[in-house]
């Protein structure tokens, strides 16, 4: 009997005619990333992140369930740190760096108002001890209200978190699912991501080979067949390196970095 996936990432694609054409009237065209116009949402034990509610549905006029934006916008952003999301992440480290106490103190530390000399030293020590918990993380400013996604892994467990700023619009809740964390093992995580980046690849293969096949009919704008092709391909081969991609921070350095900057921040 199989079992539903602790984590999923879905996605729909709109009709190709359906989609919206971009540029100047008389010049309009679509390509690769325009070509995923459609929606897309993450599954998740505790119900479904990147959902609406049926008010804010309401107060847009939105007829989907789901964000409506290209697909390879979160194709790209999940590519983007899966191999930092599967480094392990020293217990110690994880621990201290993930705590949205420290972090909230932190980020007020680095926003005091300081003297231009003394700011550039606090970013400098900034990057060094904390840029690779950025890998490990996504935004989706190009929503409205959107989340920002962390995901970490310490020892066997990978961490996935999302976290909405400000969930309400008009005084109406966005989504239904703004704010949580949920734990997955490595592999739940891995057919979760790796799956998605695969199944939107296959889709546009299909899609491209479509339009390879039977030519680009509509005549309110323009494909370049070609580079079509070429991109996908690109995209193919991009992932599949990214596969075998292995990271190796050094550790060391980082908690070395990390206690001078926890001395700083205590210290205000």
Request: charged share 25%; proline share 3%; net charge negative.
């Amino acid at each position: 009997m199989s079992h539903p996936m602790a984590l999923r990432f879905r996605f729909e694609l709109d009709a190709t005619p359906d989609i919206q054409a971009w540029g100047e009237q008389g010049q309009m065209e679509l390509h690769w990333f325009g070509l995923t116009s459609g929606r897309f949402w993450i599954e998740t034990p505790v119900g479904e992140v990147l959902r609406y509610t049926a008010a804010i549905q309401e107060l847009w006029s939105c007829p989907f369930d789901y964000v409506d934006y290209q697909v390879a916008r979160l194709f790209e952003d999940l590519q983007s740190c899966i191999s930092a999301a599967l480094e392990p992440v020293p217990e110690d480290i994880g621990l201290l760096v993930s705590d949205p106490v420290w972090l909230e103190k932190l980020n007020r530390w680095i926003e005091e108002e300081i003297d231009e000399a003394e700011l550039d030293q606090r970013w400098d020590l900034y990057e060094s001890a904390v840029s690779w918990w950025q890998h490990r993380m996504f935004d989706t400013l190009y929503l409205k209200h959107g989340p920002l996604f962390s995901i970490w892994r310490i020892n066997d467990v990978v961490h996935f978190r999302w976290v909405t700023g400000n969930n309400e619009a008009d005084g109406v809740s966005v989504f239904l699912m703004p704010t949580g964390e949920i734990t997955v093992s490595i592999a739940d995580f891995k057919a979760a991501a790796f799956g998605f980046c695969e199944e939107v690849l296959f889709s546009m293969s299909e899609r491209v080979r479509q339009i390879q096949m039977v030519g680009w009919n509509r005549t309110d704008c323009s494909v370049d067949v070609d580079v079509l092709v070429s991109e996908q391909r690109k995209r193919e081969d991009k992932f599949h390196a990214l596969k075998n991609h292995v990271l190796a921070t050094d550790w060391n350095y980082i908690r070395t970095q990390l206690a001078l900057l926890v001395a700083h921040v205590s210290r205000t």
